[in-house]
Nanobody, 121 residues
Framework: QVQLVESGGGLVQAGGSLRLSCAAS????????MSWYRQAPGKQRELVAVITSGGDMTYADSVKGRFTISRDNAKNAVYLQMNSLKPEDTAVYYC???????????????WGQGTQVTVSS
């Protein structure tokens, strides 16, 4: 009933750009923070970027200055614009959000299905 759907991953050469999208759907009352994580094979999942309900943004040092997170509250969506991509950015990217549902009136931690980003040298 409530889900996150991601899109925008793909194969790109070093120095190129990709834009990831993630939209939440269902009986959503409100959304607090929205974030992007990534996980490379054999490595732990790491936080990439976070945007609060007020629009405050934070980034991992490894992507600062290259990635931009944004959100569209009307669409319950979050985006990640990735520029100047490097091979070390290669990973599966996951969106994550904490949503407040209308019915039942509970808070749920949602994860997208993941989208593969591959950067070639």
């Amino acid at each position: 009933q409530v889900q996150l759907v991601e899109s925008g991953g793909g194969l790109v050469q070093a120095g190129g750009s990709l834009r990831l999208s993630c939209a939440a759907s269902g009986n959503i009352f409100s959304i607090n923070v929205m974030s992007w994580y990534r996980q490379a094979p054999g490595k732990q999942r790491e936080l990439v970027a976070v945007i609060t309900s007020g629009g405050d943004m934070t980034y991992a040092d490894s992507v600062k200055g290259r990635f931009t997170i944004s959100r569209d509250n009307a669409k319950n969506a979050v985006y990640l614009q990735m520029n100047s991509l490097k091979p070390e950015d290669t990973a599966v990217y996951y969106c994550n959000t904490i949503v407040h549902l209308t019915f039942p009136r509970v808070t749920r931690d949602l994860w997208g299905q993941g989208t593969q980003v591959t950067v070639s040298s």
